[in-house]
């Protein structure tokens, strides 16, 4: 089997982001989550992604639940990094937070609470969800280090972090991965990110490979999506921005069915090629598209072809920004 590595942790090209069975797109049924779960393990996944916030708190239960059969075979990635902001009837969902917080003590509040409810020993890569501006950056992961001098975390990594923090973080103890959104239509990490991570060999985890379903064409209008789906609150799922963008889809989707495959399948392999460090984690709720997803792996592409996708969805030419400007601001430090 073909594995790629986030540091020292050796994993399948292809991850699973689990945070669509619980949160932010609505959720599925739990036996259907799990079955889910147990149909990437067969496919050879090797790599989970959860949070505390998702949900908040309960797609650590699902996914703890789901992989427990399995979890010597597995490497499963959480984060923390946020207040989990308190309704009147317990922990609020979407947004679910009270501003940042990276405060060393929290850091090992929120480590020792995730191994809980993931119902594991040891957490095989924590990531600051977010930078706090708040605290140095030198201060959390100085905690995060004593969790894996204390066999709690195998590996540490960065969410949504700048060039400039992650070399900063990786002064103090190795980064194994950061994760950031990246696909054909966000590039934000190239300029500055991905040299940063091939300069100090940290593995690259893009999260939204496939613009959040956009750019699988699942999503041909913003009356598809719940009234409580996160995307309504992104600018590019604005109706009007849709209506621009299917534009690119339809060269992408075009593209994909010259060569016989998805444009899910096409938009991932192109992910794939920008780098063998690079370990993408669509979501999939549903087993045929997480069997899709798997197969891009294996989709191999030449540089004229690499060239030719990027070129279908050039950001430039994407209406709406992927964030509201205050996530923005949260994004990227």
């Known amino acids: 089997m073909t594995t790629r590595k986030l540091g020292e942790l050796e994993v399948f090209p292809v991850g699973l982001g689990c945070m669509g069975m619980s949160h932010a797109y609505g959720g599925q049924d739990e036996k ?9 393990v067969e496919l050879g996944v090797t790599l989970f992604d959860t949070a505390e916030v998702y949900g908040p708190f309960t797609n650590e239960v699902l996914v703890g639940k ?10 499963i990635a959480t984060k923390f990094g946020f207040n989990i902001a308190q309704g009147e009837n317990g922990p609020m969902q979407v947004p679910g937070t009270a501003g940042l917080n990276s405060r060393p003590e929290h850091v090992r509040e929120v480590a020792e609470a995730s191994l809980k409810r993931l119902g594991i020993d040891v957490i095989d890569l ?23 001098r204390e066999g709690k975390v195998r590996a540490l990594g960065l969410s949504e972090a ?14 194994a991965a950061v994760q950031s959104e990246y696909s054909l239509w966000t590039r ?39 009234s409580d789906d996160f995307r309504r609150k ?8 849709i209506k621009r963008n299917l534009a690119a889809v339809a060269k992408l989707e075009a593209l994909a069915a010259a060569k016989g495959v998805t444009a899910a399948q096409l938009a991932l392999a192109w992910v794939l090629a920008q780098g063998d460090f690079i370990v993408p984690i669509p979501g999939s709720r549903k087993i045929a598209n997480l069997e899709q997803n798997v197969a891009a792996a294996s989709i191999v592409l030449s540089d004229a072809e690499v060239a030719e996708i990027g070129g279908l969805v050039a950001p430039d030419d994407i209406a709406g920004a992927r964030y509201p400007e205050q996530m923005a601001r949260d994004a990227n430090r």
């Open 66 to 75: 789901g992989l427990k059969p399995v979890r010597d075979q597995i490497k």
């Open 126 to 148: 924590f990531y600051q969800h977010r930078v706090d501006p708040d605290v140095p950056i030198e201060e959390t992961v100085g905690a995060m280090a004593e969790l894996v």
């Open 234 to 241: 992104l600018p590019r799922f604005e109706e009007e921005n």
């Open 162 to 175: 700048g060039a400039a923090t992650i070399r900063r973080a990786h002064a103090v103890h190795p980064i």
């Open 188 to 226: 934000d990490p190239e300029p500055e990110v991905l040299p940063a991570c091939r300069d100090l060999g940290i593995g690259f985890v893009p999260f939204s490979p496939l613009g959040r379903g956009f750019l699988a064409g699942a999503i041909r209008s913003s009356d598809q999506l719940g």
């Open 32 to 40: 259907d989550a799990i079955a889910t779960l147990r149909r990437a």
